[in-house]
């Protein structure tokens, strides 16, 4: 069974950080890319950020210097750390795991999402 396992839901103050981890599991074809999708209530699901193997990352313009992405190949664990959150970022975060096959789409697997909710 492929399992993408998510953990470090929580709620926190404007201004403040958490840290996010996503475990893969299974028979998951490709982990080359590993990342975070968020979606908010009434708004489509936009990336957060990627990384893939080799450490080569990608983050959203809104995200980008306020948002780190690592991974540890060995335990196929990707993290995203969250420092200077602010409202806006309030969302259910998604896990992806899979692999690049054009510049505008990643075949993979996803998690079952994890709540952020980010007090003003």
């Known amino acids: 069974q492929v399992q993408l396992v998510e953990s470090g839901e929580g709620l926190v103050q404007a201004g403040g950080s958490l840290r996010l981890s996503c475990v893969a599991s299974?028979?998951?074809?490709?982990?080359?890319?590993m990342g975070w999708y968020r979606q908010a209530p009434g708004k489509e699901r936009e990336l957060v950020a990627t990384?893939?193997?080799?450490?080569?990352?990608n983050f959203a313009d809104s995200v980008q210097d306020r948002f780190t992405i690592s991974r540890d190949n060995a335990k196929n664990t990707v993290y995203l750390q969250m420092n200077s959150l602010k409202s806006e970022d309030t969302a259910v975060y998604y896990c992806?795991?899979?692999?690049?096959?054009?510049?505008?789409?990643?075949?993979?697997?996803w998690g079952q999402g994890t709540q952020v909710t980010v007090s003003s």
């Open positions: 992806l795991a899979g692999r690049r096959v054009n510049s505008k789409a990643i075949e993979g697997y």
């Open positions: 299974g028979n998951i074809f490709s982990t080359d890319v």
């Open positions: 990384i893939t193997r080799s450490g080569s990352t």
